[in-house]
């Protein structure tokens, strides 16, 4: 197993984000967006709670935590993402920062939810301690991740079809912790009891997304995801050709009348920092 170059694949993912901004949001919003409501209630986001989005992205979770009355702060290490947010949502706060070195005073928020935040990042240990650093002693933390690939098939599909290429990722692409790492329960909580939060929580949300095709599902995860894009585009054209004959003859399953409907399936994790 490759050792993980931290740096290498921080500077890798924030380079990626800032020429996917518009991908991500066109593709993912319709279901990661679904995600929005369990993760504020996870964390007890409500009238008056001063909440930090991290890893806001378009702004999905920010915008529903303001409806909430709540008062909120989103940051994402793309200036490409912080752009889109503010203009997506002009009335709330969104900063460029980094989620391993949050640009926030100790014991400033009363609520932290990331909606996929560790996924991006090359330190998570270290994130998660700063997600708790500015959380207030009685504030909550809530966090997101997608589950295994066999039970989250509309990323599981995907990576079958490349496997059955016979191909690894592409060498140019820095090693970084495994994606799937926090897909185990086990792993998920001791995340966040190592941070001492109690009242540790892990759930799983599942339901189905419709894609009208194929080449809908294929276009909108290489223009709206960096490290799983790369997978293919650092291929040479025959293997991509190969990999997208793969992924045509998998998804061949989940055709429901003149639809695709995919699983999706997500891990959510939640603790209290004590008083």
Do not use: C
């Not at 999905?60 to 490409?80: F, Q």
């Not at 009208?212 to 599902?217: G, M």
């Amino acid at each position: 197993m490759a050792e993980i170059d931290a740096d290498a694949f921080n500077t890798f993912e924030a380079a990626g984000w800032e020429a996917k901004a518009a991908g991500y949001d066109h593709f993912f919003g319709a279901f990661t967006s679904r995600l929005v409501d369990p993760l504020l209630d996870a964390a007890e986001v409500g009238p008056g709670v001063r909440t930090l989005d991290v890893a806001s992205g378009p702004g999905y979770v920010a915008a529903k935590a303001a409806e909430r009355g709540a008062s909120v702060v989103g940051v994402d290490i793309a200036e490409a993402m912080t752009a889109l947010a503010g203009r997506l949502h002009p009335q709330l706060e969104f900063v460029q920062g980094d989620a391993q070195a949050l640009p926030f005073p100790d014991a400033s928020f009363g609520a932290v939810v990331g909606n996929f935040a560790l996924l991006h990042l090359g330190r998570p240990e270290r994130a998660a301690e700063e997600f708790v650093r500015v959380l207030e002693p009685g504030g909550r933390l809530a966090l997101t991740v997608w589950d295994a690939p066999d039970q989250a098939r509309f990323l599981g599909v995907f990576l079958d079809a490349v496997a059955a290429a016979g191909v690894g990722p592409p060498e140019d692409i820095p090693h970084g912790p495994p994606f799937f790492r926090f897909s185990d329960e086990q792993e998920f909580s001791r995340l966040l009891r190592d941070q001492q939060l109690e009242d540790v929580q892990v759930r799983t949300i599942s339901f189905s997304h419709s894609f009208r095709s194929p080449d809908e599902y294929w276009s909108g995860l290489l223009e709206g995801t960096v490290r799983i894009s790369a997978l293919v585009f650092g291929q040479t054209d025959e293997v991509q050709r190969e990999i997208r004959a793969s992924f045509d003859r998998l998804v061949e399953p989940y055709a429901v009348d003149d639809r695709l409907e995919l699983p999706v399936s997500v891990k959510l994790a939640s603790g209290l920092r004590p008083r």
